[in-house]
């Protein structure tokens, strides 16, 4: 075969002395694949693993890493290769080395404790062994045939969340812990995909079998409106719910518009009257609307808030309606004896969405859903020829995804390690310091406090007191004119101290404040990392104040 | 806090010594969330990937792992605990030794050259590695503003198999690899998902906004087919066509009876008569039937084969159909120069679904989507207002998940370690075994081919010369007799081989063949493992021999 470029840096597979040049062949392929017996090759691959552990987190101590001091199209134009090359390019060395200095500079560093922007953290270090032994097992949880005691050990951890947010008694965990029949929840990619699944479930419950009808899942939306005589079918949501509640409606063919927003209050939580009010308006057969769920939120995305879940499942309890907690966010707060009175209600929800890359602080791509009834996802139950093992049952079978990693290993692995204190730990620091930067943003003229934290997120912007009296004019021109002002100074405060790299929150607009004629745009902070201290919350209001100040007398 | 129980085994976090007590208190959690500055917490983090690298894999040499040595009932008694301690129970180093002796050997030794039974395999150690990378940046995909230029990244992953696909011109991919409204495709966790997007996508344009009607995805499925004067939407699949079709009818809305399968030959492709018949079955007004895809299959799940896919784009093209390909196991086919032209035909399809986890042989979870079109992904476009990067375009934007993990990082690094040459140099290996695995069969008295391998799969049963001669039989209830009898011997078959736990082959079912009166039981081999030899594939066999002589003597 033809001889390719040589190796650009050291170190050299080592069983390969003398010979750089990289060829696709059979010999080397046969050496990938192997384990190796020879020490010499096993160091290697354990010095590997010591430039990804220690190696790319140096990139960390820099910068923040949104800044655009390479700016995206500069970036881009470095990745405008659209073939594959027949001969290897690199060995993983090369590889590793690569993405320390050509990617890692220029990914985002979410575990600095000044990136308070997103929902994305720092990890313990101990996540990465625990990504690297799922990686390494290679189980296949769509069948026992790929993953024998993985399901088994999967079952339990979705037992032991289930029982945090459920609270029912040892009796039915002995039950249906292991039982083949019982599906306590499942594994899915993320909170999106966990809020379809719920949404899923609900439909096909709404629209079961009938007489002369088979379901929706077979026969499909239109069919089932005829058949059970209505001409649409709604999601009543929080007027705060993420947009994944609208997508799973234009997804499951109910049409996005009939996720139906219920007004909030100032807070941010669901208003009862609103609710009550839109289910008697789609109540009585002249209304022709099937209700499939109501959606309470466990900490809204934007403001972090915690719909009234104990009255909300009353109503819905009251009107037999399906009632999802997306707790997407807000789950772990489960965790802590101190604050997870804050979610009460949600042991009376049919389902509850919770992510596990949030705040159970694991890596990317676990969302978990869980259903109080053990034979809720028996409504959207799949089989397949070739999966055939009689007398268990795959848990495949009822999910949306087919092939999926052992993620419940890491999470399970993670309750092992950190416990439910440990956690708790996390939650109460964030909400604690959370209420700290609230205390700090109310002591500055500057600023102000938008939506308090009532768990770890809020917003707040910078308002300087000459335009905060300018937005009480009795002129609404006026008032309009200060609120564009305002919205024009936050996005470039937000901008600048992006670019300047030290630190990163977020904006979003959040609905006219009362007498306000304009969305307000806000800064978002959420506090998730716990070497994010009260000195950091400091500093990034003072480097926002500082920012203002040089923008104000450019 | 409360003291816990002593770790149970050594090494012991080493910044702790002498102090072995598991609490959960903030001091320890700093510890986690801290990257190590000192040399001796780092060699024991370093020393732990040893572990996992090589102690976790010593279970391998064992067995196939699929065994009921242990019974699934035993195994379940010791998962039952659902309870959340609020101390650790564990640390990182027990929890490592845990998984080594009480999970990895009752996990599935996928890695085995005699597990040739499944879509998973061995992985190329070099992708444990990358999946470690892929955590410790812990970048999440969804938007710029958490992953920069790993954003960028997968742009140029993308385009790499985009044009692997559909050979467009490299003026097309220079425009669009990284232009922000251009969308190639999507990284999604499987390829269930992957045909999901697709037929979500292709739906969505079929019922687009027209005078009216603002499209299916806003006003759902019921709005639309009275929009559009139809009575059902239909999806015509290959018969062989993965069971994740069916599932996406219904989570679509269409519901999965409208996911029609047209009928293969004897080969296991789909008949072109029969699809155009069933076109014009649904076309004219009279049938009121809008078709929203035609689906071929390249590389089915239970035989491997490949739908004439040439044909189909042609028909097609010429009815203006969306036409999908699910090679979500045969895609990587195209890295094969030899045999990437048993693929001909996909470069004219709309949409194309690959697993990366599959034959790209990366960790589970990488499921990908393709579309000629980059515009096609506006039909499912979402937008939310905390995402909100002025000039750019998040990739979560367009994706039926909203979080997710760099899988392209992995892929992008997997093809510069391999070249398309290595990949081929697997793909070739893989389709010659399973040709020298028909050729042993066919020379083997006691076995029958049933499915001859087109790719890398084939099927067979266990066919005693005596019961052949009885499939034969002029009378119907003789025939039937014998199907029976030859059925329940390749399940006893099959599965005392696996509790053997030497080597493992599926089992699934195929229809009768001409002139018998039983779906066919049949035994099922992948061969994706460069160390799954000839020897092997005797091995086997023989095996099989075996058991049936002590089957049929006992």
Same mark, same amino acid.
């Given at each position: 075969m033809q001889k390719q470029q040589?190796?650009?840096?050291?170190?050299? &597979?080592? !069983?390969?002395?003398? &010979?750089p040049d990289l060829v696709a062949d059979w010999e080397s392929l046969q050496r990938v694949f192997l384990q190796p017996e020879n020490d010499a090759v096993k160091a290697t691959l354990v010095k590997y693993m010591e430039q990804i552990l220690f190696g790319l987190q140096d %990139?960390?101590? +820099?910068? #923040?890493?949104?800044?655009? *001091?390479? !700016?995206l199209e500069a970036l881009s134009r470095r990745f405008m290769e659209s073939r594959i090359e027949i001969?290897?390019?690199?060995?993983l060395a090369d590889v590793i080395q690569g993405i320390i200095e050509d990617i890692a500079p220029y990914a #985002?560093?979410?575990?600095?404790?000044? %990136? #308070?922007?997103?929902?994305t953290s720092a990890l313990p270090f101990f996540m990465v062994h625990l990504q690297t032994i799922a990686a390494a097992l290679?189980?296949?949880? #769509?069948k026992l045939e790929t993953s024998k005691v993985a399901s088994i050990y999967e079952r339990q951890v979705l037992a032991k969340l289930h029982r945090r947010i459920f609270q029912r008694s040892a009796a039915f965990y002995a039950a &249906?812990?292991?039982?083949? +029949?019982?599906?306590?929840g499942s594994f899915v990619g993320d909170g999106t995909l966990a809020n379809l699944t719920a949404l899923w479930v609900a439909r096909n419950r709404r629209f079961q079998p009938t007489e002369g009808f088979e379901g929706v899942e077979k026969e499909g939306i239109s069919t089932a409106m005829a058949a059970y005589g209505v001409k649409r079918a709604v999601v009543l949501v929080s007027?705060?719910?993420?947009y994944s509640l609208r997508k799973a409606g234009g997804v499951l063919g109910?049409?996005?518009?009939?996720?139906i927003p219920i007004d909030t209050d100032v807070n941010g939580g669901m208003q009862i009257r609103h609710l009550t009010q839109a289910i008697r308006d789609c109540?009585?057969?002249?209304?022709q609307t099937a209700i499939i769920a109501v959606v309470g939120v *466990?900490? @809204?995305? +934007? @403001?972090?808030h915690v719909d009234p879940l104990d009255e909300i499942a009353r109503v819905c309890a009251g009107e037999n309606i399906h009632f999802h907690v997306d707790?997407?966010?807000?789950?772990? @707060?489960?965790?802590?004896?101190?604050?997870?009175?804050?979610? @009460?209600?949600? +042991?009376?929800?049919d389902s509850v969405t919770i992510d596990g890359h949030k705040q159970f602080y694991m890596p990317m791509g676990c969302g978990m859903v869980y259903f109080?009834?053990?034979?809720?996802m028996d409504a959207v139950a799949y089989h397949a020829a070739y999966v055939n093992r009689p007398g268990s049952v795959d848990?495949?079978?009822?999910?949306?995804?087919?092939s999926r990693s052992a993620s419940s290993l890491i999470l399970g692995s993670a309750l092992d390690i950190m416990g439910s204190g440990g956690y708790a730990v996390l939650i109460d620091h964030g909400i604690e310091t959370a209420r700290e930067f609230a205390r700090e943003i109310r002591q500055r003229d500057l600023f102000e406090l938008t939506t308090p934290p009532q768990l770890n997120i809020l917003t707040y912007r910078l308002c300087p007191p000459a335009l905060q009296k300018r937005?009480?004019?009795?002129d609404p021109s006026v008032r309009r004119r200060t609120c564009r002002e305002i919205n024009r100074i936050n996005i470039q405060l937000q901008r600048e101290q992006r670019e300047a790299g030290r630190s990163f929150v977020s904006r979003t607009t959040l609905p006219p404040a009362p007498g306000e004629e304009e969305g307000r745009v806000v800064l978002r902070a959420v506090i998730m990392?716990?070497?994010?201290?009260r000195k950091v919350v400091r500093d990034i209001l003072d480097e926002q104040a500082a920012i203002y100040t040089a923008m104000a007398s450019a």
């Open positions: 040589p190796s650009q840096s050291p170190p050299r &597979h080592p !069983s390969k002395p003398g &010979h %990139f960390l101590k +820099e910068h #923040v890493g949104i800044t655009e *001091a390479v !700016s001969h290897p390019r690199r060995k #985002v560093n979410v575990a600095s404790p000044y %990136f #308070v922007g997103h929902m290679n189980q296949n949880l #769509v &249906h812990i292991q039982h083949p +029949e019982s599906t306590l007027g705060m719910a993420h109910i049409g996005n518009r009939q996720i109540s009585g057969p002249a209304s *466990a900490g @809204t995305t +934007e @403001t972090g707790a997407a966010w807000g789950g772990p @707060t489960l965790m802590s004896e101190k604050y997870g009175g804050l979610l @009460t209600g949600i +042991e009376r929800a109080r009834d053990p034979l809720a848990l495949g079978i009822k999910s949306i995804e087919g937005l009480h004019s009795p990392n716990p070497m994010t201290s």
